[in-house]
């Protein structure tokens, strides 16, 4: 993926948790059909590129435990649905990526079906197995609970009188495959090639950390190495990007493979900030320490970033509900380097916290009683009528969250210092005062200054004259000469 190719890719993409999103057959449960009539509104929006959940055959409300690659679980729809979404999202110019699941299956899949029936059947190896008298001696019975996965226990029965046992860290019906078996390599390219002959344009790559074993992570790297070439011979502007959650540090040696992998560090440093009112972590100086860790691995890398996401406290019950906090959070994100993702329902304020079935609340497009397209597959907790103002009241409030969201991705993609996605162009601003966070984005076409309020607090500031065209400044922002007045959580733009 050279410079070129990612001129091409999305400047903005957005998350979709395909159940909770619109209900176009009305049987209570987002699918297929429901994002495709909803494409103009992402395109009127701004967005460039979705990422969709899984669709696959599942017996889960989240269809990461994946029984079929390739077909469609018949409340998402069908694959003339799937091919049908393809064609009006590319007629759009908007871009489809698949959560593909690939560190593990559900155990209801043929191949863990046949896995389980014992040692000498074909499939017994597409999973990791062990006795408990090898798994003790290797010291791997136990694993600590991480961000990702509360499973201490990994190590499984598939049934009574069994020898040995098989692995899985994040559920019991989830086995692991083994990656080390050529066989299941091949599967999963295969796979691959169906979808992007199928018209994707790429995929985000669920649990890529996991890819291997705990005890085995230094595979991994050379593992997605090779995933991503066998992609590309197939096509070769296939944008894929890796769900690592861990640190900047241990991040860095996925880019080898993974051009793309989403910046953990940056989504819970801007949570903190609307959290406390506080730069505790510093993150325009960590940007670039992170910047640099990447780039010695792939000097072509891109930093996917994001608020949170399906499995993260939403950023509006962060935010506590107050908008201008929101406002906030989305001038960072669209502001910051990187390839921003939003998670649906951000864009007007969507509240939620565990369990995850909280944070994938349906979306408000209208009030209930003229609201045809909101799920109702679960009662909502946090987002209801009189709790989350309904997008079609959004759209005809001009200082709503959903305006100042428009207004701002417009703004990222038409000032080139803002749209540069790779290599993240970010310097310190020189302004030093703990109530802002302030920074430039050198561009040959014009370097751009972003100051933003971190507090509710107004803020005055002195600037350099170099900076003259304001791009954006808010309502309660005043500019005197090198004098610049910062409203509570305002914002100043200028180039």
């Given at each position: 993926?050279?410079n070129?190719?990612?001129?091409n890719n999305p400047k903005v993409?957005?998350e979709?948790?395909?159940r909770?999103?619109?209900d176009?057959?009305h049987?209570?449960?987002?699918?297929?059909n429901?994002i495709t009539?909803?494409?103009?509104y992402?395109?009127?929006l701004?967005i460039?590129?979705i990422w969709i959940?899984?669709?696959?055959k599942?017996?889960s409300?989240?269809?990461?435990?994946?029984?079929?690659?390739?077909?469609?679980?018949?409340?998402?729809?069908?694959?003339?649905?799937?091919?049908h979404?393809l064609?009006?999202?590319?007629?759009?110019?908007i871009?489809?990526l698949l959560?593909?699941v690939i560190n593990?299956t559900?155990?209801?899949?043929?191949?863990?079906?046949?896995?389980k029936?014992g040692?000498?059947?074909?499939?017994?190896n597409y999973y990791n197995w062990?006795?408990?008298d090898?798994i003790k001696?290797k010291?791997?019975?136990?694993?600590?609970?991480?961000?990702?996965?509360?499973?201490t226990?990994?190590?499984?029965?598939?049934?009574k009188g069994?020898?040995?046992k098989y692995y899985g860290m994040f559920w019991s019906e989830m086995p692991?495959l083994?990656m080390d078996?050529?066989?299941v390599r091949e599967e999963?390219?295969?796979?691959?090639?169906?979808w992007?002959?199928?018209?994707?344009d790429g995929?985000?790559m669920?649990a890529?950390?996991?890819?291997?074993?705990d005890w085995?992570?230094d595979?991994?790297?050379?593992?997605?190495?090779e995933?991503?070439a066998?992609?590309?011979?197939?096509k070769?502007?296939?944008y894929?990007?890796?769900?690592?959650?861990?640190s900047?540090?241990?991040i860095?040696?996925f880019?080898?493979g993974?051009?793309?992998?989403?910046?953990f560090?940056?989504?819970?440093?801007?949570q903190?900030?609307?959290?406390?009112?506080?730069?505790?972590?510093?993150i325009v100086s960590?940007?670039?320490?992170?910047?640099?860790?990447?780039?010695?691995e792939n000097?072509?890398?891109?930093?996917?970033?994001m608020?949170s996401?399906?499995?993260q406290v939403?950023?509006?019950s962060?935010a506590?509900?107050?908008?201008e906090?929101?406002?906030?959070?989305a001038?960072l994100?669209?502001?910051l380097p990187?390839?921003?993702y939003?998670y649906y329902g951000?864009?007007?304020?969507?509240k939620?916290k565990?369990?995850?079935?909280?944070?994938?609340e349906?979306?408000?497009?209208?009030?209930?009683s003229?609201d045809n397209?909101?799920?109702?597959w679960r009662?909502?907790?946090y987002?209801t009528d009189?709790?989350?103002?309904p997008?079609?009241?959004?759209?005809?409030?001009?200082?709503s969250l959903?305006?100042?969201?428009?207004?701002m991705?417009?703004l990222?993609?038409?000032?080139?210092?803002l749209?540069q996605i790779s290599p993240p162009?970010l310097q310190?601003s020189?302004?030093?005062?703990?109530?802002?966070v302030?920074?430039?984005?050198p561009?040959?076409d014009?370097?751009?200054?972003v100051i933003?309020n971190i507090t509710?607090?107004?803020v005055?500031?002195s600037?350099?004259?170099?900076f003259?065209?304001?791009?954006?400044s808010?309502n309660?922002?005043k500019?005197?000469g090198?004098k610049?007045?910062?409203?509570p959580?305002?914002?100043f733009?200028s180039?």
């Amino acid at each position: 993926m050279n410079n070129k190719e990612q001129d091409n890719n999305p400047k903005v993409f957005y998350e979709i948790f395909i159940r909770s999103f619109c209900d176009a057959n009305h049987d209570g449960k987002g699918d297929l059909n429901g994002i495709t009539s909803k494409l103009d509104y992402l395109q009127n929006l701004g967005i460039e590129g979705i990422w969709i959940t899984p669709f696959f055959k599942s017996n889960s409300n989240h269809k990461y435990d994946v029984i079929d690659y390739k077909y469609i679980d018949p409340e998402c729809g069908t694959m003339q649905d799937i091919e049908h979404l393809l064609e009006e999202a590319h007629r759009r110019n908007i871009k489809v990526l698949l959560d593909f699941v690939i560190n593990h299956t559900s155990s209801q899949h043929y191949w863990f079906q046949e896995a389980k029936k014992g040692k000498d059947n074909p499939y017994r190896n597409y999973y990791n197995w062990l006795t408990p008298d090898q798994i003790k001696a290797k010291g791997i019975a136990e694993r600590e609970k991480t961000a990702d996965s509360n499973e201490t226990n990994p190590w499984h029965w598939a049934k009574k009188g069994d020898e040995e046992k098989y692995y899985g860290m994040f559920w019991s019906e989830m086995p692991d495959l083994n990656m080390d078996n050529p066989k299941v390599r091949e599967e999963i390219y295969e796979i691959g090639r169906f979808w992007l002959e199928k018209g994707v344009d790429g995929f985000r790559m669920d649990a890529a950390k996991h890819i291997y074993p705990d005890w085995e992570a230094d595979k991994c790297h050379v593992f997605w190495e090779e995933f991503r070439a066998t992609m590309e011979a197939i096509k070769p502007d296939v944008y894929i990007v890796g769900e690592v959650w861990t640190s900047a540090e241990k991040i860095a040696p996925f880019f080898k493979g993974l051009k793309a992998n989403f910046n953990f560090d940056l989504c819970f440093a801007i949570q903190d900030i609307v959290k406390t009112g506080k730069d505790t972590k510093d993150i325009v100086s960590m940007l670039i320490r992170n910047y640099a860790l990447f780039s010695k691995e792939n000097p072509d890398f891109v930093d996917a970033t994001m608020l949170s996401n399906h499995d993260q406290v939403r950023i509006g019950s962060i935010a506590d509900g107050n908008i201008e906090k929101l406002k906030l959070a989305a001038n960072l994100l669209l502001t910051l380097p990187g390839n921003p993702y939003l998670y649906y329902g951000e864009e007007i304020g969507m509240k939620g916290k565990k369990p995850d079935e909280n944070i994938r609340e349906a979306f408000i497009w209208n009030k209930r009683s003229d609201d045809n397209d909101r799920t109702n597959w679960r009662k909502p907790v946090y987002n209801t009528d009189s709790k989350t103002t309904p997008l079609k009241f959004q759209i005809e409030d001009e200082n709503s969250l959903f305006n100042h969201y428009k207004k701002m991705i417009a703004l990222r993609k038409t000032v080139p210092a803002l749209a540069q996605i790779s290599p993240p162009n970010l310097q310190k601003s020189g302004i030093v005062n703990k109530k802002l966070v302030s920074f430039i984005r050198p561009h040959q076409d014009g370097d751009v200054l972003v100051i933003q309020n971190i507090t509710s607090e107004s803020v005055e500031v002195s600037l350099k004259n170099k900076f003259e065209d304001v791009l954006l400044s808010s309502n309660d922002s005043k500019l005197e000469g090198k004098k610049l007045k910062l409203g509570p959580y305002g914002i100043f733009v200028s180039k």
